[in-house]
T-cell receptor, first 114, second 111 residues
């Protein structure tokens, strides 16, 4: 009964380093999302996927790349980390557009870029 | 350009009383609205939703009201319990796949 699992939970990066955040869901959901949460900004959508092999840009996609090679996994990559990418990152998944059923969120990854 | 706004960063309520959390939106094309609850160090969890064809939806102690003409929705919790202390986010969506979230309201229920 894992739901949505994010790896890692915490990470500190130096400016210019790269990393990949992994999101895995075991609910056979079609849709997956990556959000970032910053103080005073709410949650903002970075990228999303409506199915295996598909990705699309959200509200704040710059500096990030994503891949959905398997239905259950959604990866978020930072090629060259910047201090502005210090944030808490949440992955979420849903059966469909989740209009009335909501998303299932992971517990978050706290990333600090120094 | 915040399309969904929660103007009260925090709210304190006595246990047993009603909690009212407010949310305003600017995009008249939004037709689905959700509320999420978030505890520290956890992801948000879905609480309740409403579509634009309704003006009220109830689920136990939680009721969401939608006023389309005012572009305003509210979440009522009654009676409030200490376990309801959390950050509450409203979110709205139109025809696309993206939900826009508010900045959250931190609710404290005082025993």
């Amino acid at each position: 009964n894992a739901g949505v699992t994010q790896t890692p939970k915490f990470r500190v990066l130096k400016t210019g380093q790269s990393m990949t955040l992994l999101c895995a869901q075991d609910m056979n959901h079609e849709y997956m999302y990556w959000y970032r949460q910053d103080p005073g900004m709410g949650l903002r959508l970075i990228h999303y996927s409506v199915g295996e092999g598909t990705t699309a840009k959200g509200e704040v996609p710059d500096g990030y790349n994503v891949s959905r090679l398997k239905k259950q996994n959604f990866l978020l990559g930072l090629e060259s980390a910047a201090p502005s990418q210090t944030s808490v990152y949440f992955c979420a998944s849903s059966y469909s557009r989740a209009a009335l059923y909501g998303y299932t969120f992971g517990s978050g990854t706290r990333l600090t870029v120094v | 350009d915040q399309q969904v706004k929660q103007n009260s960063p925090s709210l304190s309520v006595q246990e047993g009383r009603i909690s009212i959390l407010n949310c305003d939106y600017t995009n008249s094309m939004f037709d689905y609205f959700l509320w999420y609850k978030k505890y520290p160090a956890e992801g948000p969890t879905f609480l309740i939703s409403i579509s634009s064809i309704k003006d009220k939806n109830e689920d136990g102690r939680f009721t969401v009201f939608l006023n389309k003409s005012a572009k305003h929705l509210s979440l009522h919790i009654v009676p409030s319990q200490p376990g309801d202390s959390a950050v509450y986010f409203c979110a709205a969506s139109g025809a696309g796949n993206q939900f826009y979230f508010g900045t959250g309201t931190s609710l404290t229920v005082i025993p």
